[in-house]
């Protein structure tokens, strides 16, 4: 009890001398350094890492290291469970803040951005080849289908218009492509945000925990209805036209897609094939790999909400759409593909 | 720890008590977070989430306001550009929240730190940023999708029975993945190899066997207790544990009965008034007898070992 309010000084020396058991005098020699890691530990916890001197965070591993030595001693050599507890406590406390995530926000952002996003696109290997052979096999398969029989148009197609249907003139077509300046960009690009392309990116990879197989399906058909409405243009002869609109904010759009269709048969394909690990440990892996390219995949569209609400409406000629799209697309497959800085390394 | 049958109604806490081994090879106790405790951090934050995008929106606004910018639909340029902002950060609001705070020195969101939880790594490892990070996306999934499922089927005016029937049981899967385990972890903490545990602090009590009383000396009497290794030798461990949380509470008639039995058993009689002085003696050379034996590789659990 004396010890609690004295140093090391003589004063412990003295109650170390006078206890009576070896386990109390193991305590008391070692009792100032639990004191000072538990400081320590409290102002981590109060968010008060500022106050902290620099010799007392540099003092902290070995200090927790301290502790759990002691509390390995302390399970084998005493029978005070009041010592006992609290040194689990402490030693727990201590382990949060040793072993607690290392990086901020900010860091984890930056080094997502210059490495770490592409590094773990690159994870994904043939998954993104799957994704991409599904997605043009889903557009071919509604080209198909529609080219067969266009009552296939109003089941592939979800959105309600009555401009965009079969045997539409070439002129009302037209109109859908250009000339619509004068529309609201804004609510362009809130509508896209919390519109269709996101939920499907989300969904397409939340499905991958299915066994990666309503994630295909869910990729089939969202680009069947993008062949279906290349069948509808061409039919007209403004494929290219229809291109260029689409390519703008598509070549982003549809990669987004992309990247989380492979994400999610990422997870399936672990699930399926776990290979030496169990099932559950194979999904969580793939899936923490996976969740670093979503974080990607929700940043690319924002980006091309940004491209379809304001891009589309202030670039009229299809060129120059077509140019900002293979620029976009361009930029994309070097950053993922071209760009790997030395330094950066995916984890989990 | 023992393994607790699949099936029961209530966890006590001893039921939530986890081990793990911490990179240093000792094993560490942890407590699984109580599910009511979770669900009630996440409504906290989320009316926080709600609170704080509401007020960051009304001061935005505000300020637009005050320098006269119309930011209104058709409005101009840097009006528009402000609204865009503004609503790129509030779709981006909610994963931010989850994320700064969970990964801040902290590892826990207000919601949580309120109700004493935080996260952490299942194996005892260090706790990584891609762990946050994938257990907060999949909170998205979990919550998120089937509400907005619900809504856009509502708005767009679609059969909203079959996205509403499909919405409620995505919904309800998730919701009742954290009872379907023992450890109460949701979707996301099983991708991301977490768990939510208590994050409880306590006090060092003072040591027992160090006061004058546990000398043997007793103030009342002026005797000194001291016994036999036959009189010391009846008890084990878990007995020692039960007479130092009795001391430690140090309630009268629990010293008394207490001080009687162990009298009875040991055929002594410790006099009236001086229990706690007897106890603390007792308590003292019995742990003393009970830890040379540990010393030594001999355990005795219990009174019957």
Same mark, same amino acid.
């Given at each position: 009890m004396i010890a609690r309010w004295f140093g090391k000084g003589a004063a412990q020396d003295a109650a170390v001398e006078a206890a009576a058991l070896r386990s109390d005098r193991f305590r008391q020699a070692r009792e100032s350094d639990w004191q000072r890691l538990d400081a320590i530990v409290t102002a981590v916890e109060r968010g008060r890492l500022r106050k902290l001197s620099d010799e007392d965070l540099l003092a902290l591993p070995a200090l927790y290291r301290t502790a759990v030595s002691s509390l390995a001693i302390a399970r084998e050599t005493s029978l005070d469970a009041a010592l006992i507890a609290y040194l689990e406590g402490l030693a727990r406390r201590a382990w949060f803040a040793v072993y607690g995530p290392r990086e901020g926000l900010g860091a984890w952002l930056r080094r997502f951005l210059l490495g770490g996003w592409s590094a773990a696109v690159r994870a994904l290997g043939i998954d993104l080849l799957i994704a991409l052979a599904v997605m043009v096999l889903g557009t071919v398969v509604g080209w198909l289908l529609v080219a067969d029989n266009p009552d296939w148009y109003y089941s592939l197609m979800v959105m309600g218009d009555d401009v965009r249907v079969p045997g539409a003139s070439r002129d009302a077509l037209m109109h859908t492509l250009f /000339? $619509? $300046?004068? $529309?609201n960009g804004l609510s362009m690009f809130a509508a896209f945000l919390f519109s269709n392309n996101a939920q499907v990116s989300l969904f397409a990879f939340a499905l /991958? &925990?299915? &066994?990666?197989l309503p994630s295909i399906l869910l990729l089939i058909h969202n680009t069947a209805g993008l062949g279906a409405l290349l069948w509808l243009y061409h039919g007209q002869g403004l494929t290219l036209e229809l291109v260029g609109w689409l390519a703008i904010h598509g070549t982003t759009e549809l990669f987004a897609i992309l990247l989380a269709g492979a994400a999610g048969i990422h997870i399936g394909r672990a699930m399926v094939f776990p290979g030496e690990a169990p099932v559950l440990v194979a999904a969580a892996a793939a899936g923490r790999r996976a969740a670093q390219v979503m974080v990607g995949v929700v940043l690319m569209l924002v980006m091309a909400a940004l491209l379809e609400g304001f891009g589309r409406q202030l670039v009229d000629s299809t060129p120059i759409r077509l140019i900002i799209g293979g620029t976009m697309l361009a930029l994309w497959n070097a950053y993922f593909f071209a760009y790997r800085p030395a330094r950066a390394r995916v984890s989990g | 720890m023992a393994r607790q049958p699949r099936l029961r109604r209530r966890p006590s806490p001893d039921q939530r008590k986890r081990q793990v081994v911490t990179p240093e090879g000792v094993p560490l106790p942890f407590t699984i977070g109580a599910r009511g405790a979770r669900v009630l951090a996440l409504v906290l934050d989320q009316v926080l989430i709600v609170a704080s995008m509401a007020g960051l929106s009304y001061i935005l606004f505000s300020l637009a306001r005050a320098v006269n910018i119309k930011t209104g639909a058709g409005g101009d340029a840097i009006g528009q550009v402000l609204v865009v902002v503004w609503i790129i950060s509030m779709f981006l609001f909610r994963h931010i929240w989850f994320l700064y705070f969970e990964l801040g020195p902290r590892g826990a969101t207000p919601g949580k730190r309120v109700l004493g939880l935080r996260v952490a790594a299942r194996d005892g490892g260090r706790l990584t940023t891609e762990a946050v990070v994938a257990r907060n996306l999949l909170r998205d999934i979990e919550l998120t999708l089937p509400l907005i499922f619900i809504g856009s089927a509502l708005a767009q005016n679609e059969d909203t029975t079959f996205a509403g029937w499909a919405g409620a049981a995505w919904f309800l899967i998730f919701a009742l993945f954290p009872f379907c385990n023992r450890d109460a972890l949701r979707a996301g903490d099983v991708v991301a190899g977490t768990w939510v545990v208590e994050a409880g602090r306590d006090r060092l009590k003072a040591a027992l066997s160090t006061g004058a009383g546990a000398q043997g000396h007793s103030a009342l009497t002026q005797t000194r207790y001291t016994f036999g290794e036959a009189e010391l030798s009846v008890y084990g461990e878990y007995e020692l544990q039960v007479l130092e949380r009795v001391l430690r509470e140090n309630r009268e008639d629990a010293l008394v009965d207490v001080a009687q039995t162990i009298c009875a058993k040991i055929g002594w009689n410790s006099g009236n008034g001086d229990e706690r002085a007897f106890l603390e003696a007792y308590y003292t050379q019995l742990r003393a007898r009970l830890e040379r034996g540990m010393r030594f590789g001999q355990r005795k659990a219990d009174k019957h070992s």
């Open positions: /000339g $619509q $300046q004068n $529309q /991958g &925990f299915a &066994f990666g | -």
